[in-house]
């Protein structure tokens, strides 16, 4: 079993996204995912910064503030997984015959300006650059696919496909 939540979406056993990542606050190989990222570069990984940041209490709380995401309380290194699949398929099962998993190890670097303010149960009040960048200490697999902006601007109704990893 994939482990994928029932209302997630597909598994890309195809490598159409093999820039999209998993991050997690530990290495080992039975760790969760916190959330997804995407490969920028071949040692850069685009994240949201209240991702590898804590919640933490306002210092002055006179408002519907339960908690405040910022620069102040974030992790100093996170795991980064890849993960891609071989193109030997196995047509009982329906799914590739391989798949890869590799771990980076990367310096986390939250935008200067994040700040997310949360509400009751944990409704976003406020979302101001909430982007991290984590510097990976080597580069990604040599093939491996990076995400490339495509230089347009996007338009009203134009679809959107989003990919990331979800549990359990």
Not at 53 to 64: F, I, L, T, V
Not at 136 to 145: C, Q, T, Y
Request: aromatic residues 2%; contains cysteine; proline residues 6%.
């Amino acid at each position: 079993e994939t482990g994928l939540l029932p209302h997630a979406g597909s598994v890309d056993d195809r490598n159409r996204h093999a820039s999209t990542v998993m991050l997690s606050l530990s290495g080992g190989p039975a760790a969760q995912p916190r959330c997804s990222g995407v490969l920028i570069g071949p040692r850069l990984v685009l994240t949201a910064g209240s991702c590898v940041c804590e919640r933490r209490k306002p210092a002055s709380s006179s408002g519907p503030e339960a908690a405040l995401i910022d620069g102040a309380a974030c992790a100093q290194h996170v795991f980064v997984t890849t993960v891609t699949h071989g193109t030997e398929w196995n047509s009982l099962l329906q799914k590739p015959k391989e798949t890869r998993f590799r771990i980076y190890r990367g310096e986390v670097h939250p935008h200067p300006d994040l700040q997310v303010i949360l509400g009751e149960k944990d409704a976003v009040i406020e979302s101001r650059a909430d982007l991290g960048a984590i510097h990976l200490e080597e580069a990604v697999e040599e093939g491996l696919r990076i995400s490339s902006a495509s230089g347009t601007e996007a338009r009203a109704g134009e679809p959107l496909i989003t990919a990331g990893f979800a549990h359990a």
